[in-house]
Structure formats: structure tokens, C-alpha cells
């Protein structure tokens, strides 16, 4: 299964990004429910591998952190990809992140070493942007460039298994594991 370890959006949060989503006309806006922070994408992973992790995360003391939106960030170069509300990378954060990774090892998943850019991903822009929608998108975003937002506490995390659709992807949460404060 298509799977990935993320943090849900606090409730304090999402009419923000909402409302950004919406100053923002072109694209496939994420819906509402999708709205996640990853910390691993974990890819195709068998039954027996996530039952694996399961029992690794389940056997952690996984330690709470604070999100805060910090402005916008494009990915994809020229051809841009999609838009995303940047993260804090604030060190609870981190350390949170690198526990789960801890985790993620201990059963068995190898997973490329990349640089953490915590966000969350607002709109989708298929093959990229395309050039006709070009002025719409970055007068949308100066509108909302300045995106941030205080500190609000996360109270789980999720192994969340994804199915491509033609419509974008489909979510189910398959676990999910409380953080302490």
C-alpha cells in the first residue's frame, strides 16, 4: 500500500489556509480533509512492514509539538508543481520527525535522506502551471504571501494510506498514535 506517516492541520489552522486556497484561483485546491503535514512518505509498503511500524511507533513515547504557517513556497521550479503554507521548523518538530524516522528504520523501510521542508500542500498543479494561468496565480499569492499564523499544539500522528485517482489522491487513515505533551 501507498502510505505516508503526517500530522493533521490543528482546528485554528485551516481557515487560514482555506482562505488562501481560495485567493489563489487556478489549480486543484486540496480538499479540506487532506490537509496534512508529512513527515515520512513511506511509498509502497506490504502488510506485513506496516504492521512492523505500527508496532514500533506503538512502542515509542512520541512527544507533542506546535505548528505555525510561515508564508508560501512553490515547488517545482519554472514549471511550478504545486503551492504549499511553509512550516516552522520549530526543534520539537524535528525531534519529532526524527523519532519517527527512528521508527520508520526499526521496521525495516529505507527511505532516501532528504532536507525537512515541513508544509502543507494547498494547491495542485498537475503536469505544472500552466503559462496562460501564470499572472493569475502570482497576483493570488502576493495576496497571501505573508500567510503565518501562532503556535498551535498537534495532538497525534497518522499512518495514512493514499489511492491515485484521475481526481487527485484518496486519503484513509490506517492508524493513528497519540503525542505526549
Known amino acids: 500500500m501507498r502510505c505516508f506517516l503526517a500530522l493533521p492541520i490543528p482546528e485554528p489552522l485551516v481557515p487560514p489556509l482555506l482562505d488562501a486556497q481560495e485567493t489563489v484561483p487556478v ?5 479540506e480533509e487532506n490537509l496534512h503535514v508529512t513527515l515520512a512518505f513511506l511509498d509502497e509498503q506490504p ?13 515509542r513515547r512520541l ?41 520508520v528504520r526499526a521496521a525495516g523501510i529505507d527511505l532516501p535522506r532528504e532536507r525537512f521542508r515541513p508544509h502543507v500542500t494547498l494547491i495542485r498543479f498537475g503536469k505544472g502551471l500552466r503559462p496562460e494561468d501564470r ?15 501562532r503556535p498551535e499544539p ?25 503525542l505526549e505533551a
Open 47 to 59: 502488510d506485513f512492514v506496516l504492521a512492523e511500524l505500527d508496532a514500533a511507533l506503538s512502542a
Open 63 to 103: 512527544r507533542s509539538c506546535a505548528l505555525a504557517l510561515d508564508g508560501l513556497s512553490s515547488f517545482g521550479g519554472r514549471r511550478v508543481k504545486l503551492l504549499a503554507a511553509q512550516v516552522v521548523p520549530e526543534p520539537a518538530l524535528v525531534a519529532l520527525r526524527d523519532e519517527v524516522l527512528r521508527a
Open 135 to 149: 499572472s493569475r496565480f502570482e497576483a493570488g499569492v502576493a495576496r497571501v504571501v505573508s500567510l503565518t499564523s
Open 27 to 31: 489549480g486543484r485546491p486540496v480538499p
Open 154 to 178: 498537534v495532538t497525534s500522528l497518522r499512518l495514512v494510506g493514499s489511492t491515485l485517482t484521475a481526481e487527485g489522491p484518496l486519503y484513509e487513515t490506517l492508524a493513528d498514535y497519540p
